[in-house]
């Protein structure tokens, strides 16, 4: 890599925390707090119960495939449906629909599949479960 494609991949930094900064002030990004974990350093993790739990595994085999790339996710989509992942979080049951690059889960109503009402991170959801009702 030469100098100048050094200070180049500096300056797409730069820019990229600069434009995550001001979606984050706009509310168009999470933003990241003391006890934010990002999804792909938890997926990471090995920190399990003894035994672990079904469910926990089940929760983390799923959000792996929701951090695959988007070509992927389309790819296997037909497949990924089959796997519905809920959690509760503030004290309601919510559908998992999407885990972001950024590092927050994307949570929706149970019956709802697609898109988020809250962004979250994924140390706040609660009683990981394969069903709205478990």
């Given at each position: 890599?030469?100098?100048?494609?050094?200070?180049?991949?500096?300056?797409?930094?730069?820019?990229?925390?600069?434009?995550?900064?001001?979606?984050?002030?706009?509310?168009?990004?999470?933003?990241?707090?003391?006890?934010?974990?990002?999804?792909?350093?938890?997926?990471?993790?090995?920190?399990?119960?003894?035994?672990?739990?079904?469910n926990e595994v089940y929760a983390r085999f799923v959000l792996e495939?929701?951090?695959?790339?988007?070509?992927?996710?389309?790819?296997?989509?037909?497949?990924?449906?089959?796997?519905?992942?809920?959690?509760?979080?503030?004290?309601?049951?919510?559908?998992?629909?999407?885990?972001?690059?950024?590092?927050?889960?994307?949570?929706?109503?149970?019956?709802?599949?697609?898109?988020?009402?809250?962004?979250?991170?994924?140390?706040?959801?609660?009683?990981?479960?394969?069903?709205?009702?478990?």
């Open positions: 890599m030469t100098h100048t494609s050094v200070d180049k991949a500096f300056e797409n930094l730069e820019m990229a925390v600069v434009n995550l900064s001001r979606a984050a002030r706009l509310g168009l990004a999470p933003v990241p707090d003391a006890e934010f974990t990002h999804v792909d350093n938890w997926l990471d993790t090995i920190c399990f119960g003894t035994p672990p739990s079904t495939l929701m951090r695959f790339p988007g070509w992927k996710l389309q790819l296997y989509k037909d497949i990924i449906e089959d796997f519905p992942l809920y959690c509760k979080w503030n004290g309601s049951v919510y559908r998992v629909t999407g885990a972001s690059a950024l590092g927050d889960v994307w949570l929706n109503f149970p019956n709802i599949a697609t898109s988020y009402q809250h962004r979250v991170s994924v140390t706040e959801c609660l009683e990981w479960a394969k069903s709205a009702n478990p």
